[in-house]
């Protein structure tokens, strides 16, 4: 059974009666007269209550004997794990030559937890390292990855580089962005309607909703039929009208919602097309960012290194960590220390403890006067009356006659000579 947490009853049943109509092999048909069938039931009901074995003697007696044959080889074996079911793709189907060509290998990828999301045909939910060795240069860059079938079957990498800005300028799939529009992506990431967009291969007109992937500034597009809406956001059950708000593009505001911490929160919400789900416009205004602040979930790794539970409650408190047995691009092993920023939820990483990088020098003793003044504008007794700079290593001002004296050249002192 494949149930969608955020369909209704009615959806979820009839998604999966459709599957096992299709491919019944995971349930025993029944057969039995009409006048049997409520004592028949009633058996089954008490054989279920009681955890008898009576329900296979019932299956196995009135049982209707199927001989299923597979119609097609793309008709997955029962057998199969739930791993593999869920799976978009499968490990074999991935050319692990070519990607290491691009300094990518299957331990890599696991250590960075992209893996599983990539065969189960989603983008990598963070920027990834490539580099291109094209003979004559080498390009490095960042980017989200996925997988994507061709035409033929073959599974190949498509690799989503970083924009400099989204291309909103240009006609899309036959849409021509408004300037609402722009507005709209530029602030929020989403375009906040509905629009008809243009296959260009088969020329099908597909109701899609537009978002901007905010890692690589790439245009997202998903068809309005794949939009699937919660039954409830943070507690907040969400009427017809509602629903109907989210799954046409728009934003919607929503009152009383309760925090992971327990307090409540207004907020508006928006479903983006490139993250498939509701998300939080926590990014505009001060009220909601500090809203933010209480959501932010705390890595429990940092760089493919798992933390383990002693590290893990300073660093969400936090306090920097000590880390070893990080890996670089090269493979090679290095250590530093870790830093959670509560307010941005980012982590901060240092070679050096991050208090020594803090510490300042300090002036010496008999220049602590001289930075008091000259620096920070402060006086005191003997410096009060002066408008001149200090000296160096110098704690009040000089006197007029000390000022003279240091004008006269110095005349070396005459030798008495040697005593015989």
Not at 7 to 15: A, K, S
Not at 117 to 130: Q, S
Not at 204 to 216: G, M, N, W
Not at 367 to 377: C, I, L, P, R, Y
């Amino acid at each position: 059974m494949r149930i969608d947490k955020h369909g209704d009853l009615f959806t979820n049943f009839f998604t999966n009666f459709y599957h096992q109509f299709k491919d019944p092999t995971h349930f025993l048909f029944l057969s039995f007269s009409a006048q049997q069938a409520i004592a028949v039931a009633n058996e089954i009901k008490k054989a279920i209550k009681n955890l008898s074995k009576d329900v296979e003697k019932i299956a196995a007696k009135n049982e209707i004997k199927i001989n299923y044959k597979q119609e097609n080889k793309n008709t997955m074996e029962t057998t199969k794990s739930t791993t593999e079911t869920e799976n978009r793709y499968k490990l074999e189907q991935i050319d692990w030559k070519s990607m290491s060509n691009l300094g990518l290998t299957k331990e890599r990828l696991e250590k960075m937890n992209v893996l599983e999301p990539l065969l189960k045909g989603y983008k990598t939910n963070e920027l990834v390292p490539v580099t291109l060795d094209l003979g004559t240069s080498i390009t490095k860059m960042d980017a989200r990855l996925s997988l994507q079938a061709k035409e033929d079957g073959q599974v190949v990498l498509a690799i989503h580089g970083i924009r400099k800005e989204p291309q909103l300028h240009f006609k899309f799939f036959g849409h021509e962005f408004t300037k609402e529009d722009k507005d709209n992506l530029l602030k929020n990431g989403n375009m906040g309607r509905v629009v008809d967009l243009t296959n260009p291969k088969t020329g099908e007109t597909i109701p899609s909703i537009i978002s901007i992937d905010k890692l690589t500034n790439e245009l997202i597009v998903l068809r309005t039929t794949l939009i699937k809406i919660p039954e409830e956001i943070k507690g907040i059950k969400l009427d017809h009208q509602q629903k109907m708000t989210l799954s046409e593009g728009k934003s919607l505001y929503i009152e009383g919602m309760i925090s992971k911490k327990g307090e409540p929160f207004n907020a508006s919400v928006q479903f983006n097309a490139d993250k498939r789900y509701v998300e939080f416009l926590f990014d505009r205004g001060t009220a909601n960012r500090q809203l933010e602040k209480q959501d932010i979930e705390v890595p429990k790794a940092f760089r493919g290194k798992e933390l383990d539970t002693a590290q893990f409650e300073k660093f969400k408190e936090g306090q920097t960590v000590y880390v070893s047995g990080l890996v670089d691009k090269k493979g090679k092993e290095y250590r530093g220390y870790i830093t959670f920023d509560k307010d941005t939820g980012k982590t901060d990483f240092s070679f050096d403890y991050p208090n020594k990088l803090k510490e300042k020098a300090q002036p010496k003793e008999e220049s602590k006067t001289q930075v008091a003044v000259n620096s920070e504008g402060k006086t005191n007794e003997s410096t009060k009356n002066s408008k001149e700079p200090l000296k160096s290593k110098q704690n009040s001002p000089e006197t007029e006659k000390q000022q003279e004296l240091q004008k006269k050249p110095k005349v070396a002192a005459k030798s008495k000579g040697r005593k015989m």
